[in-house]
């Protein structure tokens, strides 16, 4: 299974941030699975976002729920991140990732490579 990010690196503060994860060699829908955002800002530890079940329903960490928003495209084997009203705080290394169900999202067994996004004007 391989996980890619894309998306812009560079988004100004008040814009939405909107990031794809494209996975290969493995479904989206492939039951006992979810597919989970996870960030790490600059010189601090991993962060999760939120995360995208086989059957589609969403979990987001509370702390963001208010600004999150992930959905899949199950034609296309995607799902997307859209993090609304972004400050400089959100900088940080975006990665995707897919946890087993019944385990943590911090035992995510497939990773992508990460990307950067910066918050600035």
């Known amino acids: 299974v391989q996980l890619q990010e894309s998306g812009p690196g560079l988004v100004k503060p008040s814009q939405t941030l909107s990031l794809t994860c494209t996975v290969s060699g493995g479904s989206i829908t492939t039951n006992n699975y979810y597919w989970n955002w996870i960030r790490q800002p600059p010189g601090k530890g991993l962060e999760w976002i939120g995360s995208i079940d086989y059957s589609g329903s969403t979990d987001y960490s509370p702390s963001l729920k208010s600004r999150t928003s992930i959905s899949r495209d199950t034609s296309n084997n995607q799902f997307t991140l859209q993090l609304s009203s972004v400050t400089p705080e959100d900088t940080a290394v975006y990665y995707c990732?897919?946890?087993?169900?019944?385990?943590?999202?911090?035992?995510?067994?497939?990773w992508g490579q990460g990307t950067q996004v910066t918050v600035s004007s």
């Open positions: 990732a897919r946890a087993q169900r019944g385990k943590s999202w911090s035992e995510c067994d497939y």
